[in-house]
C-alpha cells in the first residue's frame, strides 16, 4: 500500500494545503481512534503541541474526531514531543498526538503519533490508519461520544522527569547557561529544569507568538545564541529545535558543538559509568567518520542506519543499544525516554561539564571532523542513480576513497533531489569526487 499522508516523522506539511488541513486533521482522529479503540476499558488520547498559529486549529480538528468515535481527549498545550510520549505512557493512554513542524518554519505543521508504550508508531499501525482514513468512519452513539479536558500540571510532570535524568549527585550551581527554546514548545519547560538544578539561566526564544517559531533562533539558527553567549560570558549555550526534540550546543567562545560532537561526550561518560550497553552507539549514515574513529579508539563501536530519527530508533531497540542520534543534534537516550529529548541531552552534557571541572571548548569538542562534503542535485523525472555513466562516477570514487574515506549517495524521501556526500581525509579529493559524481548526475538527468 503507497503512503499518502505518512512520511519517515508522521504527517507533515503547508496548513491548510494538502495532507495538513483541519478535515484530514479529523480523519486522522477518527482513523487513529478506531485503531486504538481495542478492548472494555475507557479509551483515551494525549494531545501536545508546539506554539505555532495552526496548532488551534489542528487541535481542535483532532479533538472532533477522537471524541466523535468514543475517546476522551487529555490535551496538555504546548509541550516538547518527549513530554507527550511520557505522559502517553504514565497516564496510560491508547495513543499520544503532538501537533509539530519540528525545526520547520510555522506555516507548516505536523502531526506524529505515539502508541501507549511511548514509542512512535510502527509501519503496520500507520498504514492501518492511512486504510480506515479512506472509509467510512464508525462514529460512536450518542452516549458514548468522548470528553476533552485539559491538565494544568503536565509541565509540572514533564520538568520531574526529565531532572531525574541527571545523577542525583550533580547540581548545576555556578553555571552561566543561555537556553535557546526556537520559540517553541518548551519555552517554558526548559528554563525551568535548569533553573530548578541550581543554574543561571538565560533564556531566549521563550516569547512564541504563533508565527515566530525557529525564526532566527533554535537549532537550526544558532547567531543569536552564538552572541548571547559570548556576551553574557556564559559558560554554555543550549538551542532546541520546535518540538525540542533537537539539541545543539555553543561553548563559551561562541562555537558550535553538533549532534555528533555531543553523542561522543555522552558516550565516553556512559562507557566510563558503565552504562553504555554493547559499548554501541547507534547514528545514521550521515555522521562525520572522525565520530567512527573516536569511538573505535576507546574500545566503542559505531553502528548506522538510514538518515532519520526513527530509523535509528529502530536500530537501538533492535540491538538493544541506549544511545543514538543524527548530526543534525536529535539524541535519543533509551535510559531516559523513548524518543528524542533536546532536554535530557543537554542535562546529560552539562553533567560532564560539571564533573569535569573543564570549560566547555575544552571538553566538547572530542574529536578533529573529517572533512566532509554534501551536495544536492535536482532532477526533473527518472531514474539518473541507474544511468550507467553515473554508477562509473560512483564506483570511481569509493576506489579512490576506499581506504581515507566514505561515500554515501541517496535521494531525497520528499523532493526530486539526489544527495551526493563524500568524507575523506583528504579535503581536495572528496570536493573532486563529489563534483565528478554531481556532473555525472546532472549530464543523466538532462
Given at each position: 500500500?503507497?503512503?499518502?499522508?505518512?512520511?519517515?516523522?508522521?504527517?507533515?506539511?503547508?496548513?491548510?494545503?494538502?495532507?495538513?488541513?483541519?478535515?484530514?486533521?479529523?480523519?486522522?482522529?477518527?482513523?487513529?481512534?478506531?485503531?486504538?479503540?481495542?478492548?472494555?476499558?475507557?479509551?483515551?488520547?494525549?494531545?501536545?503541541?508546539?506554539?505555532?498559529?495552526?496548532?488551534?486549529?489542528?487541535?481542535?480538528?483532532?479533538?472532533?474526531?477522537?471524541?466523535?468515535?468514543?475517546?476522551?481527549?487529555?490535551?496538555?498545550?504546548?509541550?516538547?514531543?518527549?513530554?507527550?510520549?511520557?505522559?502517553?505512557?504514565?497516564?496510560?493512554?491508547?495513543?499520544?498526538?503532538?501537533?509539530?513542524?519540528?525545526?520547520?518554519?510555522?506555516?507548516?505543521?505536523?502531526?506524529?503519533?505515539?502508541?501507549?508504550?511511548?514509542?512512535?508508531?510502527?509501519?503496520?499501525?500507520?498504514?492501518?490508519?492511512?486504510?480506515?482514513?479512506?472509509?467510512?468512519?464508525?462514529?460512536?452513539?450518542?452516549?458514548?461520544?468522548?470528553?476533552?479536558?485539559?491538565?494544568?500540571?503536565?509541565?509540572?510532570?514533564?520538568?520531574?522527569?526529565?531532572?531525574?535524568?541527571?545523577?542525583?549527585?550533580?547540581?548545576?550551581?555556578?553555571?552561566?547557561?543561555?537556553?535557546?527554546?526556537?520559540?517553541?514548545?518548551?519555552?517554558?519547560?526548559?528554563?525551568?529544569?535548569?533553573?530548578?538544578?541550581?543554574?543561571?539561566?538565560?533564556?531566549?526564544?521563550?516569547?512564541?507568538?504563533?508565527?515566530?517559531?525557529?525564526?532566527?533562533?533554535?537549532s537550526t539558527d544558532i547567531a543569536a545564541l552564538q552572541?548571547?553567549?559570548?556576551d553574557e560570558g556564559a559558560d554554555i549555550g543550549i538551542?532546541?529545535?520546535?518540538?525540542?526534540?533537537?539539541?545543539?550546543?555553543?561553548?563559551?567562545?561562541?562555537?558550535?558543538?553538533?549532534?555528533?560532537?555531543?553523542?561522543?561526550?555522552?558516550?565516553?561518560?556512559?562507557?566510563?559509568?558503565?552504562?553504555?550497553?554493547?559499548?554501541?552507539?547507534?547514528?545514521?549514515?550521515?555522521?562525520?567518520?572522525?565520530?567512527?574513529?573516536?569511538?573505535?579508539?576507546?574500545?566503542?563501536?559505531?553502528?548506522?542506519?538510514?538518515?532519520?530519527?526513527?530509523?535509528?530508533?529502530?536500530?537501538?531497540?533492535?540491538?538493544?543499544?541506549?544511545?543514538?542520534?543524527?548530526?543534525?543534534?536529535?539524541?535519543?537516550?533509551?535510559?531516559?525516554?523513548?524518543?528524542?529529548?533536546?532536554?535530557?541531552?543537554?542535562?546529560?552534557?552539562?553533567?560532564?561539564?560539571?564533573?569535569?571541572?573543564?570549560?566547555?571548548?575544552?571538553?566538547?569538542?572530542?574529536?578533529?571532523?573529517?572533512?566532509?562534503?554534501?551536495?544536492?542535485?535536482?532532477?526533473?523525472?527518472?531514474?539518473?542513480?541507474?544511468?550507467?555513466?553515473?554508477?562509473?562516477?560512483?564506483?570511481?570514487?569509493?576506489?579512490?576513497?576506499?581506504?581515507?574515506?566514505?561515500?554515501?549517495?541517496?535521494?531525497?524521501?520528499?523532493?526530486?533531489?539526489?544527495?551526493?556526500?563524500?568524507?575523506?581525509?583528504?579535503?581536495?579529493?572528496?570536493?573532486?569526487?563529489?563534483?565528478?559524481?554531481?556532473?555525472?548526475?546532472?549530464?543523466?538527468?538532462?
Open positions: 500500500m503507497s503512503r499518502n499522508f505518512f512520511g519517515t516523522d508522521g504527517i507533515r506539511g503547508r496548513t491548510n494545503q494538502g495532507v495538513m488541513t483541519a478535515m484530514t486533521a479529523m480523519k486522522i482522529g477518527q482513523a487513529a481512534g478506531k485503531h486504538f479503540l481495542r478492548g472494555t476499558h475507557k479509551h483515551r488520547v494525549i494531545i501536545g503541541k508546539d506554539t505555532r498559529l495552526s496548532g488551534y486549529m489542528m487541535e481542535n480538528a483532532l479533538v472532533a474526531g477522537f471524541t466523535s468515535v468514543g475517546m476522551d481527549v487529555i490535551l496538555v498545550g504546548p509541550m516538547p514531543t518527549p513530554a507527550v510520549a511520557l505522559l502517553a505512557r504514565e497516564m496510560r493512554a491508547d495513543l499520544g498526538v503532538m501537533i509539530s513542524a519540528s525545526h520547520n518554519p510555522y506555516q507548516d505543521n505536523g502531526i506524529k503519533l505515539f502508541g501507549p508504550d511511548g514509542y512512535k508508531l510502527s509501519d503496520e499501525d500507520e498504514a492501518n490508519i492511512e486504510r480506515l482514513m479512506g472509509e467510512e468512519p464508525e462514529l460512536a452513539d450518542a452516549e458514548d461520544i468522548g470528553r476533552a479536558r485539559r491538565i494544568d500540571d503536565a509541565r509540572g510532570r514533564y520538568i520531574h522527569a526529565v531532572k531525574k535524568s541527571l545523577p542525583d549527585h550533580v547540581r548545576l550551581d555556578g553555571l552561566n547557561i543561555v537556553v535557546d527554546c526556537a520559540n517553541g514548545a518548551a519555552y517554558q519547560v526548559a528554563p525551568s529544569a535548569f533553573w530548578e538544578l541550581g543554574a543561571k539561566v538565560i533564556a531566549i526564544g521563550v516569547e512564541p507568538n504563533g508565527k515566530n517559531i525557529n525564526d532566527k533562533v533554535g552572541k548571547r553567549v559570548v538551542a532546541l529545535d520546535g518540538d525540542a526534540d533537537r539539541l545543539i550546543v555553543v561553548d563559551e567562545k561562541g562555537r558550535q558543538v553538533d549532534g555528533d560532537q555531543i553523542m561522543a561526550l555522552i558516550a565516553s561518560g556512559w562507557a566510563r559509568d558503565g552504562r553504555l550497553k554493547g559499548s554501541t552507539v547507534v547514528a545514521t549514515v550521515m555522521s562525520n567518520l572522525g565520530l567512527e574513529r573516536h569511538l573505535l579508539e576507546q574500545g566503542l563501536r559505531l553502528k548506522r542506519a538510514k538518515v532519520g530519527d526513527r530509523y535509528v530508533l529502530e536500530e537501538m531497540r533492535k540491538g538493544g543499544y541506549n544511545i543514538g542520534g543524527e548530526q543534525s543534534g536529535h539524541m535519543i537516550l533509551l535510559d531516559h525516554g523513548t524518543t528524542g529529548d533536546g532536554t535530557a541531552a543537554a542535562l546529560q552534557v552539562l553533567a560532564e561539564l560539571v564533573q569535569s571541572g573543564q570549560v566547555a571548548s575544552e571538553l566538547l569538542h572530542r574529536f578533529e571532523p573529517v572533512p566532509q562534503l554534501l551536495k544536492n542535485v535536482r532532477f526533473a523525472g527518472g531514474k539518473p542513480l541507474e544511468n550507467a555513466d553515473v554508477q562509473a562516477a560512483i564506483v570511481h570514487a569509493e576506489d579512490k576513497l576506499a581506504t581515507t574515506g566514505r561515500l554515501v549517495i541517496r535521494p531525497s524521501g520528499t523532493e526530486p533531489v539526489i544527495r551526493v556526500m563524500a568524507e575523506g581525509d583528504d579535503a581536495k579529493l572528496v570536493e573532486q569526487m563529489v563534483d565528478h559524481i554531481c556532473i555525472a548526475i546532472e549530464k543523466a538527468a538532462t
